[in-house]
């Protein structure tokens, strides 16, 4: 059985930063890519940053330059680390696990960016 599970939402101010992770479990972690969604009411799901097996990195333009994902094999576990948040990054963030065809999906943790 695949988990993922997400933790490291809340609150916060414009300005200030957050830290998500997420654990998984049921699955060969280190040969999975790794990636972080987001979705905000009324709007599409959409994909924030992710990490290959391998280590390469890809992030929404959005993103770049303030949020960064990382995530340590040993541990079963991919991290966003969100820094100079901003009212447009709030959302519910997902985490993704992808090998080949098969997609898995955490419940998700709101971020919400308010002052």
């Known amino acids: 059985q695949v988990q993922l599970v997400e933790s490291g939402g809340g609150l916060v101010q414009p300005g200030g930063s957050l830290r998500l992770s997420c654990v998984a479990s049921?699955?060969?972690?280190?040969?999975?890519?790794m990636g972080w969604y987001r979705q905000a009411p009324g709007k599409q799901r959409e994909l924030v940053a992710r990490i290959s097996s391998g280590g390469t990195t890809n992030y929404a333009e959005s993103v770049k330059g303030r949020f960064t994902i990382s995530r340590d094999n040993a541990k079963n576990t991919v991290a966003l680390q969100m820094n100079s948040l901003k009212p447009e990054d709030t959302a519910v963030y997902y985490c993704?696990?992808?090998?080949?065809?098969?997609?898995?999906w955490g419940q998700g943790t709101q971020v919400t960016v308010s002052s």
């Open positions: 049921g699955i060969i972690f280190s040969i999975n890519t």
């Open positions: 993704n696990s992808h090998r080949l065809n098969r997609d898995y």
